[in-house]
């Protein structure tokens, strides 16, 4: 279904296509051994290559090669077992060079596709066109001296894949979920991190906008915008920016432009270049890259189960609704943090597990400005160890950055047993893991009998004769056909149980005591 903005003029279609560079996960850089760890002091992380130093010679990763391949698997993509390394020529002031060694007409990957999960159930497919390796370049400071540049080249030469997608996208919302989706897949195999905060994944979108069924229109290429939540502000605003130039008159100037994060707006960079101004050629110093079917092959068999596998598994397997499913898989360690604790709790319903994670402890995690991930570190032998850490540990000391808090598999499957065997509410769920998540290394059995269900009927009986005492009047109302006053009734009896008592036993036993 396509999306439509409102002009002045009637509507206008978005037309969006994404470049996204992500970074391989490797210890060393594309043509060098460098190292590509992240937060080394300025200029610790180069090799004579990656300085452009007279008659230094690349030498291709292979790790990175394998990356590049087994991203083109999951995404269903062609691998050509033949492809070349070319020189971009452009001035790049933080790349020594003067040049950068990427692939243009004969990329590592060709055509694949990455399907999107759209609310209400649509499944949107987006064409990738192809994914070639670059080079990153170094980085450009300013912040030191307002009168000096500093360069700082531990960047220069680490592996990028550009991930180039067809003009297929109709609106912000469904760029924001091409992006989660690819981030996830990136992250299940192994290929690249995902961290945006850091650099490692950034992505540049190609915006247009054009009458519905129009040729289509000039684009204006947002750069580098480092988030997804800026990514839908950005295409929000460079669409409405596009709409209103066109409809009072002018003409969009194919251009490069920056999104301003703190005035959610894009501004002018440059004019956009074509590929005729980077005047590519094949790299002299890099003979073509031939792989074989075989190595692709043994490659393929690598692959762990992806998120739209697993996802029509648990549809399957554990009868969970595509919304569910496509929640859980989202993210590699709920995905695995969801089947530890099915594993743990055989006899509770995965649904009921499910729903947990999903109503309450993402919620709360969220309240929190937590999220969890594998600590393979401190595997155990049954069960991975599950940890909060804070969304923004790159911003505190490193002194700080080992502290996390444990989320224990036994824990959870503690309070997950306990809420499917009614001996606690669901809002009281909330209640036991908003305490216990402060300090997750407690045991959580004192929270929970802290919010456990009344299940006595006499107890439950004698609150609701003293409901029935203190309104007779509705109950006289109610025996005379006024049957949406039962929502009443169950409203007072959990109020004067203090929310205690088994919401199944309230019904059943009012039922029985008002007619």
């Known amino acids: 279904?396509?999306?439509?903005?409102?002009?002045?003029?009637?509507?206008?279609?978005?037309?969006?296509?994404?470049?996204?560079?992500?970074?391989?996960?490797?210890?060393?850089?594309?043509?060098?051994?460098?190292?590509?760890?992240?937060?080394?002091?300025?200029?610790?992380?180069?090799?004579?290559?990656?300085?452009?130093?007279?008659?230094?010679?690349?030498?291709?990763?292979?790790?990175?090669?394998?990356?590049?391949?087994?991203?083109?698997?999951?995404?269903?993509?062609?691998?050509?077992?033949?492809?070349?390394?070319?020189?971009?020529?452009?001035?790049?002031?933080?790349?020594?060079?003067?040049?950068?060694?990427?692939?243009?007409?004969?990329?590592?990957?060709?055509?694949?596709?990455?399907?999107?999960?759209?609310?209400?159930?649509?499944?949107?497919?987006?064409?990738?066109?192809?994914?070639?390796?670059?080079?990153?370049?170094?980085?450009?400071?300013?912040?030191?001296?307002?009168?000096?540049?500093?360069?700082?080249?531990?960047?220069?030469?680490?592996?990028?894949?550009?991930?180039?997608?067809?003009?297929?996208?109709?609106?912000?919302?469904?760029?924001a979920?091409?992006?989660?989706?690819?981030?996830?897949?990136?992250?299940?195999?192994?290929?690249?991190?995902?961290?945006?905060?850091?650099?490692?994944?950034r992505c540049d979108a190609n915006v247009s906008v054009r009458k519905p069924g129009a040729p289509l229109g000039t684009r204006c290429e947002i750069k580098n915008v480092n988030s997804v939540r800026f990514l839908h502000k950005a295409i929000e605003f460079e669409a409405m920016r596009q709409v209103e130039i066109l409809e009072s008159g002018g003409k969009i100037d194919q251009e490069t432009r920056l999104f301003d994060s703190s005035k959610s707006e894009t501004r002018t960079m440059r004019s956009k270049e074509d590929a005729m101004d980077y005047r590519y050629f094949p790299d002299p110093d890099l003979l073509p890259l031939e792989l074989t079917q075989d190595l692709i092959d043994t490659i393929k068999k690598t692959l762990p189960e992806l998120p739209d596998q697993k996802k029509q598994r648990y549809m399957e397997k554990f009868n969970l609704s595509a919304y569910d499913a496509g929640v859980i898989v989202a993210e590699q360690e709920t995905a695995l943090f969801f089947e530890a604790l099915i594993e743990k709790n055989r006899d509770v319903s995965p649904k009921t597990i499910a729903n947990l994670l999903i109503n309450d402890f993402f919620g709360q995690l969220n309240k929190l400005g937590r999220s969890f991930f594998v600590d393979v570190s401190e595997k155990t032998p049954e069960y991975p160890t599950f940890s909060i850490t804070s969304n923004t540990i790159a911003n505190i000391p490193s002194s700080f950055a080992k502290i996390k808090y444990a989320i224990p598999i036994a824990g959870t499957a503690a309070i997950t047993a306990a809420v499917s065997a009614s001996i606690i509410s669901s809002a009281g769920a909330k209640v036991v893991i908003s305490q216990w998540l402060f300090d997750p290394e407690k045991d959580p059995k004192p929270f929970i009998d802290e919010q456990k269900q009344e299940q006595d009927p006499r107890v439950i009986e004698k609150i609701i004769a003293d409901v029935m005492a203190a309104n007779a009047d509705k109950v006289i109302e109610f025996r005379s056909g006024k049957d949406k006053l039962f929502g009443f009734f169950v409203g007072q009896v959990m109020k004067m149980s203090g929310g205690k008592a088994n919401p199944a036993a309230v019904n059943e036993l009012l039922k029985k005591m008002l007619t």
């Open 177 to 201: 979920a091409y992006l989660k989706k690819l981030r996830a897949i990136l992250r299940y195999i192994g290929a690249c991190d995902g961290d945006m905060e850091k650099g490692n994944m």
């Open 1 to 175: 279904m396509t999306n439509l903005i409102k002009g002045n003029s009637g509507d206008w279609e978005i037309v969006i296509g994404l470049e996204v560079h992500a970074q391989v996960t490797s210890e060393s850089k594309l043509f060098s051994g460098a190292s590509t760890q992240f937060g080394n002091e300025p200029n610790t992380n180069v090799s004579f290559v990656d300085a452009g130093m007279p008659g230094m010679l690349p030498v291709i990763n292979a790790m990175a090669i394998e990356q590049a391949v087994r991203t083109g698997l999951a995404i269903g993509a062609k691998i050509n077992l033949k492809s070349v390394f070319d020189r971009k020529n452009y001035f790049y002031p933080d790349l020594p060079q003067g040049y950068q060694i990427s692939q243009y007409l004969d990329p590592i990957v060709g055509k694949g596709e990455i399907l999107l999960d759209m609310p209400g159930g649509e499944v949107k497919k987006v064409n990738v066109t192809r994914i070639h390796l670059e080079q990153d370049a170094g980085k450009s400071l300013h912040e030191y001296n307002p009168k000096f540049s500093y360069i700082d080249l531990n960047r220069a030469g680490v592996t990028l894949m550009e991930i180039v997608s067809e003009p297929e996208m109709s609106s912000a919302d469904e760029a």
